[in-house]
């Protein structure tokens, strides 16, 4: 019968295993690298703090300078293009680079003061020398873009969009027999589809010397290049500058009434109540085959009256860009289906009176 080994006849690994165990140790080399250290509080690592307005390496823990001229390695973004009254910018860096021009942007401009003729000649010669016709162009396509969206209150985004629209057009060479005014104004609009800002095709238009129906084919023709060029781009796996272009459909009636309401100074429960109102006349179909325009006005019509806050159609028209009969015609259509546009629960909550409608 064969007996167990005892725990002392076992092998002792436990000494081998814990040799093992102990790291190995990493030969002696000699530290080269040259460090700042005070010479006074001798601290390590040192306490040193750069001073870059007096350009000065001072001790932390007693103030003592260590060194002086340290050069700012910091980036300097800042231009003072615009503050000054001399035509003498100090910017010692200019501008950063605009992804919606060409080129590398990195030319030296030669600059002239109002006193001396050859540095203006100089500036002309050198400018003419260096102008790139294609940044040209854009540059002055841009301000256009940037005059017709202030005019019409459109945010920076819609703005901003609008630009590289108009930039694929110029790089592709599309629609080079059309006006310039017509092209940007289809970028616009097509960019305030795409962000969601409701604006008018009569709103665009308005801006423009170009014909409402030249408007027209160009904006169509845009939406074809802008889907082909997106398809082009996700076929070849790059993607399109800024946010892909989708198809949209014409501007709701919803959409155009929370802007009209704020230019009318209607209320914030006035503006809620007209946006029910059009989306339940665009559900029940009381104005079909009637305009956006058209549509929200006619809400905005019945919502300020609901709310004990009337404005009259002629306010309205001024404000929507329709007549007021066209206003009083849809608002009798609304009334008639008002049982079913208004909700019992707003008079409850304050939020309008049936009663309050003025009848037809």
């Known amino acids: ?11 002792d690994t436990s000494s081998d295993q814990a040799a093992d165990a102990k790291p190995k140790e990493v030969p002696w080399r000699a530290n080269l690298n040259m460090q700042l250290i005070c010479r006074d509080c001798k601290e390590y690592p040192p306490n040193l703090i750069e001073e870059f307005s007096n350009g000065d390496m001072v001790c932390g823990t007693c ?5 002086d001229r340290i050069v700012d390695t910091r980036s300097e973004w800042r231009t003072f293009s615009n503050d000054d009254q001399a035509s003498d910018d100090p910017s ?11 080129g590398s942007q990195l030319q030296t401009t030669i600059a002239f003061s109002n006193s001396g003729g050859r540095s203006l ?15 040209k162009y854009l540059s002055e396509a841009y301000k256009v873009i940037m005059t017709f969206c202030d005019v019409l209150s459109i945010p920076s985004q819609g703005a901003v969009d609008a630009k590289g629209l108009f930039k694929m057009v110029a790089d592709a060479g599309a629609f080079k027999n059309k006006s310039q005014d017509a092209i940007i104004a289809g970028c616009i609009f097509i960019s305030c589809r795409q962000n969601s800002f409701p604006r008018t095709f009569r709103e665009i238009y308005a801006l423009t010397k170009v014909s409402k129906k030249e408007i027209g084919r160009i904006f169509k023709g845009l939406e074809k290049f802008f889907a082909a060029q997106n398809q082009k781009k996700v076929a070849s796996g790059e993607a399109m500058p800024g946010k892909p272009f989708k198809a949209t459909t014409s501007t709701h009636a919803k959409e155009l009434c929370t802007r009209y309401c704020s230019q009318l100074g209607l209320s914030q429960t006035a503006s809620t109540v007209s946006q029910d109102l059009a989306e339940k006349m665009s559900t029940i179909g009381s104005l079909a085959g009637r305009s956006p325009l058209s549509a929200a006005a006619a809400c905005i019509f019945m919502a300020s009256y609901l709310t004990g806050s009337g404005k009259t159609a002629k306010e309205i028209s001024a404000v929507a860009g329709v007549s007021d009969g066209t206003i009083r015609t849809a608002y009798k259509l609304l009334y008639a289906e ?7 629960k707003w008079a409850a909550e304050g939020k309008g009176d049936i009663k309050l409608l003025p009848p037809v």
């Open 63 to 67: 103030g003592l300078v260590l060194g």
């Open 1 to 11: 019968m064969a007996k167990a080994p005892t725990k002392a006849a076992l092998p």
């Open 121 to 135: 000649d100089l500036h002309r010669t050198q400018a003419k020398s260096t102008a790139d016709k294609g940044n």
């Open 338 to 344: 008002r049982e079913k546009l208004v909700d019992p």
């Open 92 to 102: 010692r860096v200019g501008e950063a680079a605009n992804p919606l021009l060409n």
